[in-house]
């Protein structure tokens, strides 16, 4: 059993659903990043998604956008953030690791090379936002070589003529897009989650996690209480953000205070019981 698949199992045992924080590989240099890594788990951290910085983010907002432009200054590449996951497994063997990113990166590093590198490097899953199902014929047979999930997006734009085939590609889990548009601009309502989540459930078994919107306490608990997980990126971003320098470097209480936020959304997902 994958990481994923297991720590999901953990969870229904458990009667609750994970929460998912989100950091950018170098944002805002590898050491603040790296902290903030493995300071995850410790603060309640059920799975953890890293940011590959990438030139020409589609999916992301600006405040995702300036997060990835800080990280490539700082000199991210996609070996680097290889490295970081083998330096966090060095230290913590069982919490689930995401990738997510985009196709170019990986194209030019290699296809086949990089999915045995991550593997390698302890990477459980990748998020590649811009390979569809239809075009995945490079990257799905090495990703299943090495053990990787290929975690898929679900929009609400996504019809049912078309859900099976996403579904039917997805491994890990389904990352639910939980609004039109790009990261961290605006929130779904409980009632268009409430709706939409039973949808996705009549084809498919894997867990679901809610993501693109998710910022407080209050929605990562909502999240996590109608389907089975809650992503939260922009939110953690904005904090770091407020806490670097005028020289862009982190302040000394800036991976404190990202932590402590995570603690306060971990609380509150792990306060919501859901139904057997």
Do not use: W
Request: aromatic share 6%; charged share 25%; glycine share 8%.
């Amino acid at each position: 059993m994958s990481r994923i698949a297991a720590r999901f199992a953990a969870l229904k045992e458990q009667g609750r659903g994970a929460l998912i924080p989100f950091l950018e590989a170098y944002d805002p240099d590898p050491a603040t990043s790296m902290a903030l890594l493995r300071g995850f788990p410790g603060a309640g951290a059920d799975l953890i998604e890293i940011g590959v910085p990438f030139t020409d983010p589609m999916a992301d907002g600006p405040t995702v956008q300036r997060a990835g432009q800080r990280g490539l200054k700082a000199g991210a590449t996609l070996a680097g953030t290889l490295a970081m996951v083998r330096d966090f497994r060095r230290e913590d063997d069982a919490t689930p690791v995401i990738l997510m990113g985009y196709y170019n990166p990986v194209l030019s590093y290699g296809v086949e090379r990089f999915c045995t590198d991550a593997a390698a490097s302890g990477v459980d899953g990748l998020i590649v936002v811009d390979v569809p199902p239809e075009e995945a014929d490079e990257i799905e047979p090495a990703a299943k070589a090495n053990g990787l999930d290929l975690i898929r997006l679900i929009a609400p734009t996504t019809g049912d003529d078309r859900l099976p085939r996403v579904l039917a590609a997805t491994t890990g889990f389904i990352y639910y897009v939980a609004i039109t548009g790009i990261t961290g601009t605006r929130s779904a309502t409980s009632e268009a989650l409430a709706a939409a989540i039973p949808r996705i459930r009549a084809h498919t078994t894997l867990p679901i996690a809610i993501g693109f919107g998710v910022r407080t306490p209050e929605q990562a608990a909502e999240a996590s209480r109608i389907a089975d997980g809650a992503v939260v990126a922009s939110a953690l971003i904005e904090t770091l953000a407020a806490n670097l320098d005028e020289q862009g470097r982190a302040k000394p209480e800036a991976v404190r205070k990202v932590l402590d936020q995570v603690r306060a959304l971990a609380e509150a997902v792990r306060a919501v019981r859901k139904a057997a």
